[in-house]
């Protein structure tokens, strides 16, 4: 018999339920409430400001304690009133129901009491908007939803949602977007003039709504190459090894590079950009292209220095001033100037080419030491220094060695060039090698 009344208690406590919060077909959140505000339950009629979820569930939590303790006390008097009937069996089921009555209204005050002791939070919850979660998404200025890395089609994107926005803590590497005018990442006939680069900071947004199509990667150190001038157009990935070819659709169109350092980790790059095909031979190039010491948040755009570039030698440079890189470099007065010649020498320690890479060496005070060099004076006298006599270069460990004649000429080298003479760089300037660039690199 208990337990079958627990049952119609159950049913009817369940279409109570359904009454209040879905009564006459209409929406829980469109109906209107009873006003409870007397007994401590939140207005959920109120229009302005709206009821939050959490004033939704204030007030049937407690409509659900009142209704618990209403139910109770009619239970209660049920019990009672059947105390009358003069059956045994039914004036023990009476009693059971009044004691039953009796520890539920207890147990439900009891349990009311405890959690207002232990937080309040938990009879009158209040919803906090959740901090944003690191990552890029597209936004419609209200609302978030995740962006994905590459767009092939932007019609497929949600409606709105036309806006990149970057969310990271300020230790976040930026990111590069691609925007392309036409769907498929195409700039129309091949010709990606039309691309537009930008670079987004924690925090930032771009519009995308005037391209057909994007795609983006995190930002990374190394050396960027640009279509145009400003650092704006199309660009390439970081490149961090040097090319004796560089890739379409940078050859012999490169206008700008972008060079991105990590001087929180030691990393810092640089590029020494060729007009001729591969880094053996010598011709026009650019002076060494670097950014100091920036941060990775802070580069900014460097002229390609000569008007097509076609290879490019890529260095990482080591600004530790000791022998990590090796011994240092010497210049010789003598083709095969270490191997037994009697040439005079010219030495750069470790110490010495770390303290200062981008001040060139001029030839012309590279004065030759000869002790213990056994060569008359008059030889001494015509071989003075590197600009008279440039022999032989030794490259005692991870170094480039830039040799400039004029003002864009150049020849590089990673390895011990054993005879200049037979190097193009000599013929080219007239046997005149007018200042070299000594850089460590690792």
Same mark, same amino acid.
Not at 62 to 81: Q, R
């Given at each position: 018999?208990?337990?079958?009344?627990?049952?119609?208690?159950?049913?009817?406590?369940?279409?109570?339920?359904?009454?209040?919060?879905? %009564?006459?077909?209409?929406?829980?959140?469109?109906?209107?409430?009873?006003?409870?505000?007397?007994?401590?339950?939140?207005?959920?009629?109120?229009?302005? #400001?709206?009821?939050?979820?959490?004033?939704?569930?204030?007030?049937?939590?407690?409509?659900?304690?009142?209704?618990? %303790?209403?139910?109770?006390?009619?239970?209660?008097?049920?019990?009672?009133?059947?105390?009358?009937?003069?059956?045994?069996?039914?004036?023990?089921?009476?009693?059971?129901?009044?004691?039953?009555?009796?520890?539920?209204?207890?147990?439900?005050?009891?349990?009311?009491?405890?959690?207002?002791?232990?937080?309040?939070?938990?009879?009158? #919850?209040?919803?906090?908007?959740?901090?944003?979660?690191?990552?890029?998404?597209?936004?419609?200025?209200?609302?978030?939803?995740?962006?994905?890395?590459?767009?092939?089609?932007?019609?497929?994107?949600?409606?709105?949602?036309?806006?990149?926005?970057?969310?990271?803590?300020?230790?976040?590497?930026?990111?590069?977007?691609?925007?392309?005018?036409?769907?498929?990442?195409?700039?129309?006939?091949?010709?990606?003039?039309?691309?537009?680069?930008?670079?987004?900071?924690?925090?930032?947004?771009?519009?995308?709504?005037?391209?057909?199509?994007?795609?983006?990667?995190?930002?990374?150190?190394?050396?960027?190459?640009?279509?145009?001038?400003?650092?704006?157009?199309?660009?390439?990935?970081?490149?961090?090894?040097?090319?004796?070819? +560089?890739?379409?659709?940078?050859?012999?169109?490169?206008?700008?590079?972008?060079?991105?350092?990590?001087?929180?980790?030691?990393?810092?790059?640089?590029?020494?950009?060729?007009?001729? +095909?591969?880094?053996?031979?010598?011709?026009?190039?650019?002076?060494?292209?670097?950014?100091?010491?920036?941060?990775?948040?802070?580069?900014?755009?460097?002229?390609?220095?000569?008007?097509?570039?076609?290879?490019?030698?890529?260095?990482?440079?080591?600004?530790?001033?000791?022998?990590?890189?090796?011994?240092?470099?010497?210049?010789?007065?003598?083709?095969?100037?270490?191997?037994?010649?009697?040439? %005079?020498?010219?030495?750069?320690?470790?110490?010495?080419?770390?303290?200062? #890479?981008?001040?060139?060496?001029?030839?012309?005070?590279?004065?030759?030491?000869?002790?213990?060099?056994?060569?008359?004076?008059?030889?001494?006298?015509?071989?003075?220094?590197?600009?008279?006599?440039?022999?032989? +270069?030794?490259?005692?460990?991870?170094?480039?060695?830039?040799?400039?004649?004029?003002?864009?000429?150049?020849?590089?080298?990673?390895?011990?060039?054993?005879?200049?003479?037979?190097?193009?760089?000599?013929?080219? %300037?007239?046997?005149?090698?007018?200042?070299?660039?000594?850089?460590?690199?690792?």
């Amino acid at each position: 018999m208990i337990k079958k009344n627990k049952t119609k208690y159950l049913l009817f406590l369940t279409f109570i339920i359904i009454f209040l919060l879905f %009564g006459s077909g209409v929406h829980a959140l469109e109906i209107k409430y009873p006003d409870l505000t007397s007994v401590g339950l939140p207005d959920l009629n109120s229009t302005s #400001p709206p009821p939050s979820l959490a004033q939704y569930a204030a007030y049937i939590f407690g409509l659900l304690v009142y209704v618990a %303790g209403a139910l109770a006390l009619i239970s209660f008097a049920i019990g009672a009133v059947s105390l009358i009937n003069p059956n045994i069996e039914a004036h023990n089921d009476a009693k059971d129901r009044m004691k039953g009555a009796v520890l539920g209204l207890v147990l439900t005050v009891v349990s009311f009491i405890i959690l207002q002791t232990i937080n309040p939070v938990f009879v009158s #919850p209040n919803l906090n908007k959740l901090p944003g979660v690191a990552g890029v998404y597209l936004t419609n200025g209200s609302e978030d939803k995740p962006c994905p890395l590459e767009s092939s089609d932007n019609s497929t994107l949600p409606a709105g949602f036309n806006r990149i926005k970057y969310v990271c803590d300020t230790t976040g590497p930026n990111i590069l977007i691609w925007e392309f005018p036409l769907a498929g990442l195409e700039g129309g006939n091949g010709d990606l003039s039309a691309v537009k680069t930008v670079e987004k900071k924690c925090g930032e947004e771009e519009d995308i709504s005037g391209f057909a199509s994007f795609k983006m990667i995190p930002e990374s150190t190394g050396v960027y190459y640009y279509l145009d001038s400003g650092c704006t157009g199309y660009a390439s990935y970081a490149n961090i090894n040097s090319q004796d070819i +560089i890739a379409n659709p940078f050859y012999g169109r490169m206008q700008g590079v972008k060079i991105i350092n990590d001087p929180t980790n030691n990393i810092e790059y640089g590029a020494i950009l060729h007009k001729i +095909i591969g880094l053996k031979n010598g011709g026009e190039c650019s002076l060494p292209i670097t950014q100091g010491g920036d941060s990775m948040a802070s580069a900014t755009c460097n002229l390609a220095g000569i008007s097509s570039a076609s290879a490019a030698d890529i260095f990482k440079l080591n600004k530790v001033p000791d022998s990590s890189s090796g011994d240092g470099i010497t210049f010789y007065s003598e083709p095969f100037g270490w191997n037994g010649a009697k040439a %005079g020498f010219y030495e750069l320690t470790a110490i010495n080419v770390a303290n200062d #890479p981008f001040t060139p060496e001029m030839s012309d005070v590279m004065e030759f030491d000869y002790e213990h060099v056994n060569q008359p004076i008059g030889y001494q006298d015509l071989c003075e220094n590197f600009d008279d006599c440039p022999g032989s +270069i030794r490259i005692k460990g991870s170094y480039l060695v830039a040799l400039y004649s004029g003002l864009s000429y150049c020849q590089t080298f990673t390895k011990d060039v054993e005879n200049l003479n037979t190097e193009q760089i000599i013929a080219a %300037g007239g046997t005149v090698v007018d200042y070299i660039y000594s850089i460590p690199t690792k």
